[in-house]
């Protein structure tokens, strides 16, 4: 019975390693941070204290759903943000509230399936709120300053074990936030202007293949919000 039982065993042992590589496969390698060491220093990072609504167009695209709409962001410093996403043609969305590390979505599925983990979210409104991590190696290339944090014994994240992200600063501004799994790039957002365009805010799970994209149309400050849209419903 034993060589059967082997046979099963090495069998399931053959596919699961399969599985492992065909998820590696579909995120791409990271690759060695590039630039000028210099001493590791990010910009702050912090939201406007004052109350700002910030509204915007959006589509999504996975490999099985497509949506677009419109959408609004309640926004106040130091750590709270209100999501809400409006589908087109007048169909319901729905909404997430992210304050500090605490993200809740209520109903609908649409929204949970669209937004990234809290780092990643609280980066596309330019902060940075990475857990915290022992190691920051930093380099400077021409006015990019770029920065791997993680556990990182003297590599960049492209040669870290486990967990690392990868921070880029165009000057002061929050450019884009990678979280790397055992030196392959798992998640990214961008954010960023064209010209004198709107800001651009794009979202990518590899592995996943799902893909939130953002175009702010308009950034008001108002004089305060309802204690109620924190709350949920």
Known sequence: ???????????????????????????????????APIRAVLPPTALPTAPTILRFNWTYKDET??????????????????????????????????VGDSLTIPGVDLVKRMLPPVPLLWASLGRLA???????????????LRADLGTLRGRDASGADGRAWRVAFAGTMLARVDRIEDGRVVEWMTRGRQGDGPLQVQYVHERGKRRLSIAVTDTSVVEGFDEAIWRRR
């Open 130 to 144: 990475v857990p915290a991590t022992p190691d920051t190696m930093a380099r400077m290339d021409g006015d990019t």
């Open 65 to 98: 759903f497509e949506a677009k709409g419109e959408g609004a962001v309640r926004r106040q410093g130091p750590d709270r943000a209100r999501l809400d996403f409006f589908l087109s043609n007048g169909m319901a969305g729905g909404y997430a509230i992210l």
């Open 1 to 35: 019975m034993m060589p059967v039982a082997w046979g099963r065993w090495s069998g399931a042992l053959a596919v699961g390693v399969l599985a492992v590589g065909a998820l590696a496969a579909c995120a791409p390698a990271a690759r060695p941070l590039g630039g």
